[in-house]
Every structure is written in C-alpha cells, then in structure tokens.
C-alpha cells in the first residue's frame, strides 16, 4: 500500500493481533478506527487508537453506520473471530464459535469471501493484511542466536514442501518433523495442540514447521506464530521452528526471539 | 498363493493378529510353526499351531536355525514388533520399540527391506499378508445393518482421495472427516489416539476413514482395523468407518461387526 497516510478502519476479534496491529500502525501514522466485538478487547485497543467502539457482532448496520460516519472506505479484519458471525445475531462463546469455524473450514473460504462481498457492498474496502504488516512476516534468514544444525537443516527441506501440500489440501498448516519423519500434523486441533503432541511424540528436539496455503486470503485469513507458539515450544523442548520466508506472521517478534534464545531454539525462514 | 497346504513358518510379535492368523490358517489346513518373541506370546500360540517357540528378538541364529530344523522355507511376520531389532541384542520393552520405530518410520521401509533380504540370505521366503489372509481383506461394500447417509457418503468421497494423498507421503493411513472438513490426521501418534482426537474434535458422528499406501508390502506391514479400534470408534461416537476395499484388513471381523451394529456404525469398504 503507497498511501497509507490515512485512517483506517479495524474490525477487532480476540487475541493478541489486534492490539499489536494497533501499535504498529499508529507508530507508522495510521489513524485507526477500531470497532471491537466485545467491552474487553474495546478496553485494550481504546489507549492504542484514535478512536474505539465495542459493537455486538450481531450488529453489521451499526458497524457499517459507524465507520460511515467516521469516513471510513478502508478495513483491516484482524483477530481471531469468526468473521461469517458478523451477520448473525447471537453465538455462544468465543470458544464454541473457534469450534464452529474450524469444523466449517471447508466452507469458511466461501462464506468469509462472501461477508467480504458484503462489506464491499457497503463501499468499504478489505484491505490485505500482509501488505498493511509487511515488516513482521519475516524475509529468508535465521532470527536468533542459535542457528540450525545440518541434521535440523535436512528435517526443515523435507517438512516444508509436505507441510505446503498438506496446506494446498486445506488440512493444516503445521506439521512436526523428527528424522525426516512427519511425527504430528496439524487439522481442526490448532497449531498449539499439533505443536504440543509432536514435541511430545518426538521427546523433544523436534523441527515444527509453518506454512501459508499458496493461494491464502491475507485479507481475512493470516498463518501465524507469537510468544504464545514460542511458550508451547519451549515447554515442549522443541529445537526448531521453521517458518515459510514473507508469507508467515509473527507478533510480537521481539518477545519471540528472546524467548527462543533464552531457550535456545532457532527461528529459520526459508 | 495356489500351494497353501504346506508348513508355514510365523514369526510372532504381539497383538491379536498373530493368533487370528493361527486360527484361520490352522482351519484351512495350513500347519504353522511358530516363533513368538515373547513367552507371553508362546504362551498363547502354543494352543493353536503345531509347533511352537519363544526365541529372544536378539537371536536371528537360533531363530534361523529353528526354521531351518523344521524344514521351513516359507514364514509369515506377524504382529506388532519391530522386525528390524531382530537383529540386535537387546532393548527395552515393546512400548520403546513401538516408539522407536514410529519415530523411524521414513527409515522402516528400507530397514524392513533390509531385514527381509538378511531372512531371504538364510533360504527362507516372507511371505505376502494380503495373499494368505484374502479373505480378511473386504471386499467393495457396506458390513453392517446400518448403511451411509448420503451425506455421510460425500464425507467418504471426499475423504478416500485425501487419505490416499496422506498415506503416499508417507504421512499416516488414518483420518477423521466431518462436513467435508479433515478433523484429524494420523502420524506417528497411532491409528486409535488420531480417532480419538477426530471424533472429540467432532463431537461424535464422523467418519473416520482407513487406507493402505499404494505400493504398500504386505509382507512386513498392513493396514487393518479390529475390535479394539471399533471399540474406539464406539466410544468416540463416530458414525461411519469407511475402508479401502481389498486392501485394508479387518481381525476378527465378526465381532467387529457384532460391535459396530450393537453401535449404529456403518462400516463401508470404497
């Protein structure tokens, strides 16, 4: 994006993109205005933004109105929300809706490009976050101190072009490799859980690899790791996490990268 | 095989599979010679077969040895026991070697390889699971009283060909689908723990589905389902077990079915 020097809305789910979105944003002269979907993450985003709303996610005439009125034709969707629920006007829990949207993953693609449609619609425009956020997908290189050893090198070639197919077959993301052998993959579980049974599974010392799908949707669906994926890591006793170099996220990469060096695993983008 | 009536050495590790197998091949009038691995085992083959030995996984001589004094020319490896420790002294108990050789899988194939050329060294032919049990290998069509939805059919469709994908990577042979969507997928974590996941992931009412790798050798390796794993389906409320037909084998298939029918699962060989 050239002209970024302007506001832009940001429609906030949980976790910790959101508010780090904020930050960054702000540091680089972008006025947000966030609407969050609930009081909780309204409180955390309100001292980082320009200006802030919580609206109910089963209001989209209210959000539209809002950002209408605060002249906004650009939005960034970011946190971890099932985006297709916008237009519904109840749901249990974030929990069960996570649930919901995973076990609907096959259908999420459609349905998610179909509120994007919505959304445009109302003249708004969704704007692709990996082009907003370039700085924090990492370039090819090693991040921390700790470089990978020609033995975690060989695991790392041979997980990423099984963990790409394995995405393109839009099952998971994430897989764990030990000895040239896959030892967990991730589907509906969540990268924690996958990342949690490999390092298991392998005792430790185990490569984790993340890649994105070859054709994925920055605008509504962004591969990432934060200081939580390092924490399972560490715990884990994992040695390395190999990422797909430009096209993975990291939040956070400070807080990252210490807590990989404290516990001396390497970060690698390939 | 056309010449079945004739003396068959078994080399036995544990699991149900090599007693299933003394049983059927002792009806149809093959005679079996049994090496078991473990007293336990020994203990339990003794009742079925005509001959029957506990040798130590340490000892190819003695085991070769007592082949050769029976006159055998042809064997059978049976149940689960990495074949390829055979050929070392000692280790330390069979949930290690289970570990070890899951972690070792990309290896196994060439090691297994290996081992059956050592045997095939000392005049003995291993021989083809598939072709001495055909008849516990299913064949196109549903077991049970309780057929597939239609809905549940597209799960199967849609299922099979990613399994396939899945197993010929060398990944694992087992997943779980729920609306169209890969809730779970073996690796290393074993066929009953990825079902297990699948079907608590999916709150019960899946499918779970079970292929063989296309160039998969029956002499040392097969995919098969039995009660334990229908009991695991059970217990996870899962709806439809969907096999490839002729390829997957099923141990002790009546009370499998017996189970699956007292269950409301379908089960369906594609």
Redesign the interface.
């Known amino acids: 994006m050239s002209d970024i020097e302007k506001k832009i809305g940001l429609l906030a789910g949980a976790g910790e993109v959101p508010a780090y979105f904020s930050r960054q944003a702000t540091q680089k002269g972008i006025r947000i205005i966030a609407v969050s979907f609930s009081d909780k993450i309204h409180a955390e985003l309100e001292p980082l933004v320009e200006k802030s709303y919580s609206i109910g996610i089963g209001k989209p005439g209210k959000i539209f109105k809002t950002f209408k009125d605060e002249n906004i034709t650009d939005i960034v969707m970011l946190g971890k929300v099932d985006k297709k629920i916008i237009f519904q006007p109840s749901f249990f829990d974030l929990r069960a809706v996570t ?1 919901f949207k ?6 999420d693609k459609i349905l998610l490009l179909g509120v994007i449609k919505e959304i445009e619609k109302e003249g708004l425009n969704v704007l692709d976050q990996k082009e907003l956020l370039g700085e924090i997908f990492p370039a090819k290189g090693v991040l921390t101190k700790r470089k990978p050893s020609v033995k975690e090198m060989e695991d790392i070639n041979f997980g990423i072009p ?1 963990a790409k ?2 995405a393109d ?4 993301q994430t ?2 490799v ?12 969540g990268t924690d859980k996958a990342l949690a ?2 390092c298991e ?2 005792r430790g010392k185990c490569v984790a690899v993340k890649v994105s799908r070859t054709n994925q949707d920055y605008r509504y669906d962004v591969p990432g790791i934060g200081p939580q994926t390092m924490e399972s890591l560490k715990s884990g006793g994992a040695s390395v996490l190999a990422m797909e170099a430009g096209r993975v996220m990291i939040v956070d990469q400070e807080k990252v990268v210490e807590v990989a060096n404290r516990a001396k695993i390497s970060i690698v983008c390939v």
């Open positions: 649930f995973s076990l609907l993953s096959q259908e099984i197919k394995l077959m839009e099952i998971g897989i764990v030990k000895n040239k052998t896959v030892v967990s993959v991730e589907a509906i579980e049974r490999g599974l392998s």
